[in-house]
T-cell receptor
């Protein structure tokens, strides 16, 4: 699956519930990213991490949280504070050992509030 | 931060014709400009990229041009085919973090 795996593919969340999206890569990439995709708005950056145990807020971090305990894993939690979480979520990674190297994307998780 | 604008938002072309998508960026320090193609329900795939020390790059039917002075770059697809129908995203980066345009939905009419 291209070395970066997202699960689940589809996720349904009830109002007031926290949910966690998984992102795992076996590419030995240093940097990992979470993007949210809404129709007509492109990809917006939620959080990113350049090294283990460190991460930074992106443009739309409110209502989301992340952790980076292992190089291979960068899970995203969508909290109840995120008022409009229905979207397509994409995880990406790249190697900072190669400057400006293109991202590798996961296959995405489609989250729907029910 | 970087702001990337992309035009047009939709583009319909006759099979065999050319398609052009244009992007502008705001941060003069940006030095890497990739283009991604995303088919319906799939992940974005890198199709071509260009760095700031190059003005033009071509790969078969796809070419990208960069004008650093004007801070804009363009994707050109020649001899379009039905399989070129997809959403195309431009992006700009200063070292590592990519900022994306809003996307262009390209439809190739048979």
């Amino acid at each position: 699956d291209g070395g970066i795996t997202q699960s689940p593919k589809y996720l349904f969340r009830k109002e007031g519930q926290n949910v966690t999206l998984s992102c795992e890569q076996n590419l030995n990439h240093d940097a990992m990213y979470w993007y949210r995709q809404d129709p007509g708005q492109g990809l917006r950056l939620i959080y990113y991490s350049q090294i283990v145990n460190d991460f930074q807020k992106g443009d739309i971090a409110e209502g989301y949280s992340v952790s980076r305990e292992k190089k291979e894993s960068f899970p995203l939690t969508v909290t109840s504070a995120q008022k409009n979480p229905t979207a397509f979520y994409l995880c990406a990674s790249h190697s900072e050992g190669i400057p400006n190297y293109g991202y590798t994307f996961g296959s995405g998780t489609r989250l729907t509030v029910v | 931060g970087e702001n990337v604008e992309q035009h047009p938002s939709t583009l319909s072309v006759q099979e065999g014709d050319s398609a052009v998508i244009k992007c502008t960026y705001s941060d003069s320090a940006s030095n890497y400009f990739p283009w991604y193609k995303q088919e319906l329900g799939k992940r974005p795939q890198l199709i071509i990229d260009i760095r700031s020390n190059v003005g033009e790059k071509k790969d078969q039917r796809i070419a990208v041009t960069l004008n650093k002075t004007a801070k804009h770059f363009s994707l050109h697809i020649t001899e379009t085919q039905p399989e070129d129908s997809a959403v195309y995203f431009c992006a700009a980066s200063n070292d590592y973090k990519l900022s994306f345009g809003a996307g262009t939905t390209v439809t190739v009419r048979a």
